[in-house]
């Protein structure tokens, strides 16, 4: 991957993500992490990865939001980075902080279960020993 491309989708990530923070006051877009943003090799495309905390009702109001939002944060990404040619921006969903969030609460839950089973485990073998 060039440098070039790297430098831009970084650029672009923290435009829209400021954008998202600061300028976009739209009610249904709710708490919106960008995730990542791969840009066209010819530069023509950049799809954004965004994820969205709480339930699937949250998700789509965000993405209508975002849909709505999309010629503005073009327009801004364009000037920001001051390109000849403004990539078209695609929104899509990245599930990828959801998955890591319920992997940890899985880990969670495992550790808690096995901690649970030593204590019995101790506890048995106390009253083994009387």
């Given at each position: ?73 073009q ?49 048995d ?6």
């Amino acid at each position: 991957m060039s440098h070039r491309k790297e430098k831009l989708e970084e650029q672009i990530k923290r435009i829209v993500s400021e954008l998202l923070i600061r300028e976009i006051k739209d009610p249904r877009i709710g708490f919106v992490t960008v995730t990542g943003v791969d840009l066209a090799k010819d530069f023509s495309t950049a799809r954004i990865g965004i994820s969205v905390l709480g339930d699937a009702r949250d998700f789509r109001k965000s993405m209508e939001g975002l849909q709505s939002a999309t010629s503005y944060i073009q327009h801004r990404v364009g000037k920001s980075l001051g390109i000849r040619i403004t990539p078209k921006i695609l929104f899509f969903p990245d599930s990828s902080i959801a998955e890591g969030t319920a992997m940890v609460h899985l880990l969670n839950t495992l550790e808690a279960s096995e901690k649970k089973e030593e204590c019995q485990t101790d506890s048995d073998d106390d009253a083994n020993h009387e």
